[in-house]
């Protein structure tokens, strides 16, 4: 069983930056892999960054590609999603979430496929 919380969102203006991290229980954290999801009011939860069991391969939604960057620290069991030039659009509650599928499986897109989440982190990006 893994245990996840989230931390560090907050109110930013557009353009702004912040750095979500996910601490994680569990000595077998490095056997999954990692993904950042996030959900707006009245939206369906959306893929936004995963990274592999050891860092080497990390994905990325469109709408945040060169601009975000999903990384982890295994022995400090840690996720983060280094966020910048946020815009209004990012404006959600983001959420962290381990999968126990291999990465070469590509199954990281879809909430379903992840089976532990934090209770997750509000950011607002002002305009």
């Known amino acids: 069983q893994v245990q996840l919380v989230e931390s560090g969102g907050g109110l930013v203006q557009a353009g702004g930056s912040l750095r979500l991290s996910c601490a994680a229980s569990?000595?077998?954290?490095?056997?999954?892999?990692m993904g950042w999801f996030r959900q707006a009011p009245g939206k369906e939860r959306e893929f936004v960054a995963a990274?592999?069991?050891?860092?080497?391969?990390?994905n990325y939604a469109d709408s945040v590609k060169d601009r975000f960057t999903i990384s982890r620290d295994n022995v400090k069991t840690m996720v983060y999603l280094q966020m910048n030039s946020l815009q209004p659009e990012d404006t959600a509650v983001y959420y962290c979430g381990s999968n126990s599928w291999a990465w070469s499986s590509g199954r990281y897109y879809s909430g379903n496929d992840y089976g532990y989440w934090g209770q997750g982190t509000q950011v607002t990006v002002s305009s």
């Open positions: 569990g000595r077998t954290f490095s056997s999954y892999v």
């Open positions: 990274i592999s069991r050891k860092g080497a391969g990390t």
